[in-house]
């Protein structure tokens, strides 16, 4: 029986697992949604289901690159507790992920937790996920997968602790200064490289911002024009990498350190722990309460 987007959806709503999950246990109970959840209630996964639908916006951020600079990827791994990113059971998860996300399969979070897990083939990144949500009792989450693959200059990274990490893919300059590069990118979070980079609806929403704020300074359209494009230069300034103060000295800026060094950056990315997941604020006795009822 074909299995469609709409019973993958409804049966993601009455479990909480993942679409994946979802989808591979319709396949195997032919259509039958019923049955599935009874299939998957009986190997554990409805365990797994009920703390999927908790927030995970805590973590690490994994940085894996190949010999040759050449091929790398950033990978967010979530789990719920300060305490659980800690432990060596999710870190050498995270780890295991990470190495496995090298492999030019693993074309983002969804490939990736299909993929054979790179220091147990046996396992998917998904069934080693499960497993550890049954060890360690939280919900843990491959949430985004950013792949650098067979790039022109040379991968250099930097991570902040756990929860920052970046890679920059530096052309011409050396590694001292793509460590520099990187730590500036963790501190700063630049929007873009370059001002052509940034998006135009980006562009116009500040710029609409400015010309609202001019105009209410009551100034004549030829000095609010002028006042407009001032601000929108300043605001390129200040989301882009080459318009950036360098952080370490703040005397010069990105794009002119860059040229001092004869190099080049042709792409950066950034990830931090959590970002864009909203988090809650629970209600202390309603989770004793949760944890008595074994939810």
């Known amino acids: 029986m074909a299995i469609t987007a709409a019973m993958v959806k409804e049966l993601r709503e009455r479990t909480g697992a993942g679409m994946m999950e979802c ?3 319709l396949v195997e109970a032919d259509g039958d949604i019923e049955a599935a959840i009874e299939a998957m209630r009986k190997s554990g996964q409805a365990k797994a289901a009920k703390k999927a639908g908790r927030i995970a916006a805590e973590g690490v951020v994994m940085i894996e690159i190949a010999p040759g600079a050449k091929n790398g990827v950033l990978v967010e791994i979530n789990c719920e507790t300060d305490f659980v990113a800690k432990d060596e059971n999710f870190a050498s998860f995270a780890a295991a992920v990470a190495r496995t996300a090298l492999s030019p399969q693993a074309t983002d979070a969804l490939a990736l937790s299909e993929m054979p897990l790179a220091d147990d083939p046996a396992m998917t990144v998904n069934g080693a996920r499960e497993a550890l949500i049954a060890k360690i009792g939280e919900n843990v989450q491959v949430r985004r997968l950013v792949r650098f693959d067979d790039v022109a200059g040379t991968l250099h ?3 902040h602790g756990q929860r920052i990490g970046v890679i920059v893919d530096l052309v011409e300059g050396d590694e001292t200064l793509g460590r520099d590069i990187a730590m500036h990118v963790a501190a700063s979070n630049p929007l873009c490289v370059s ?8 562009l116009e929403k500040e710029r609409e911002i400015f010309r609202a704020q001019a105009l209410d300074s009551g100034k004549p359209a030829n000095i609010v024009e002028k006042m407009i494009e001032g601000r929108v230069r300043k605001f390129l300034e200040e989301v882009t990498l080459l318009g950036q103060a360098f952080v370490k000295d703040p005397e010069i800026t990105v794009e002119k350190l860059l040229k001092q060094a004869g190099a ?3 792409r950066f990315a950034r990830i931090e722990v959590g970002e864009g997941v909203e988090k ?5 006795a309603e989770e004793v309460m949760a944890q008595v009822r074994g939810d």
């Not at 001002?195 to 609806?201: G, K, L, Q, T, W």
């Not at 809650?280 to 202390?284: G, I, K, Q, V």
């Open 23 to 25: 989808k591979k246990a």
């Open 157 to 159: 990274s930097y991570r």
């Open 195 to 202: 001002a052509d980079e940034v998006p135009a609806e980006t």
């Open 264 to 266: 080049r950056v042709r």
């Open 280 to 284: 809650r604020s629970d209600n202390f």
